[in-house]
C-alpha cells in the first residue's frame, strides 16, 4: 500500500518555475492531478513505473515534465512558465496500471501540495 506526500508548493509569478515532489512511489505508475478552485479535479500527468513512459494534458505539454527517481522512491513535476491558470492544489496518485489518465484507475493519494501563480 502506497503513502504518498507532495512537497514544493507555494507561491510564485507568472513565467515562474516550480518543482513538485512526491515520496513513496515504489514501482506503482504515477500520475500528477490538479483541482482549481471550484472545479473538479483534473489531470496533469502520468509516468510508468521504470519511467519509460510519460502522458500529459494539452494544457501543460511543452511546459511541465514528469520524472522519477526510483531509487529514491520519488516522482516529480518540473513545472516551467507558469500561468495564473495553473493555480490548484496538485496531487500525486499512484496505479497498479501502467499509467492511466482517469482519476478512477488511482488507489491511492497523496494529501495535496497548493500551488499559487499570480498574475
Known amino acids: 500500500q502506497a503513502q504518498l506526500v507532495e512537497s514544493g508548493g507555494g507561491l510564485v509569478q507568472a513565467g515562474e518555475s516550480l518543482r513538485l515532489s512526491c515520496a513513496g512511489s515504489?514501482?506503482?505508475?504515477m500520475g500528477w492531478f490538479r483541482q482549481a478552485p471550484g472545479k473538479g479535479r483534473e489531470f496533469v500527468a502520468a509516468?510508468?513505473?521504470?519511467?519509460?513512459?510519460?502522458v500529459y494534458a494539452d494544457s501543460v505539454k511543452g511546459r511541465f515534465t514528469i520524472s522519477r527517481d526510483n531509487r529514491e522512491n520519488r516522482v516529480h513535476l518540473q513545472m516551467n512558465s507558469l500561468k495564473a491558470e495553473d493555480t490548484a492544489v496538485y496531487y500525486c496518485?499512484?496505479?497498479?496500471?501502467?499509467?492511466?489518465?482517469?482519476?478512477?484507475?488511482?488507489?491511492?493519494w497523496g494529501p495535496g501540495t497548493q500551488v499559487t501563480v499570480s498574475s
Open positions: 496518485a499512484a496505479t497498479t496500471s501502467m499509467t492511466s489518465r482517469y482519476e478512477k484507475d488511482y488507489s491511492y
Open positions: 515504489g514501482r506503482y505508475g
Open positions: 509516468i510508468t513505473s521504470y519511467g519509460g513512459n510519460t
